[in-house]
Nanobody, 112 residues
Framework: VQLQASGGGLVQAGGSLRLSCLASASMFGIGTMDWYRQAPGKQREFVASVTGGGSTSYADSVKGRFTISRDNAKNIMYLQMSSLNLEDTAVYYC???????WGQGTLVTVSS
């Protein structure tokens, strides 16, 4: 399976952005999918996860601000980000843990 993340860009603090992750294979067979991020000079960290059935979990730092979802019919996973702050600046990656497959990453830059 191949994953392609998109939707990153420059946004002002307090703004919103939606990331997408397109899978090359049917998401019905992929199972749980995750978003991770890596800020400059920091380790990659977990952001959010969605199971094949739609159950979700979030890092405490994004809980209440980010929403993960998936559309299995379109083979797309989303990350809706709102109330963005400077600490959200990072490269965001989608990940399929069953396949240990990473997407290429999309850069989100939050400006003051």
């Amino acid at each position: 399976v191949q994953l392609q993340a998109s939707g990153g860009g420059l946004v002002q603090a307090g703004g919103s952005l939606r990331l997408s992750c397109l899978a090359s294979a049917s998401m019905f067979g992929i199972g749980t999918m995750d978003w991770y991020r890596q800020a400059p000079g920091k380790q990659r960290e977990f952001v959010a996860s969605v199971t094949g059935g739609g159950s979700t979990s979030y890092a405490d730092s994004v809980k209440g601000r980010f929403t993960i979802s998936r559309d299995n019919a379109k083979n797309i996973m989303y990350l809706q980000m709102s109330s963005l702050n400077l600490e959200d600046t990072a490269v965001y990656y989608c990940y399929a843990p069953f396949f240990r497959k990473w997407g290429q990453g999309t850069l989100v830059t939050v400006s003051s």
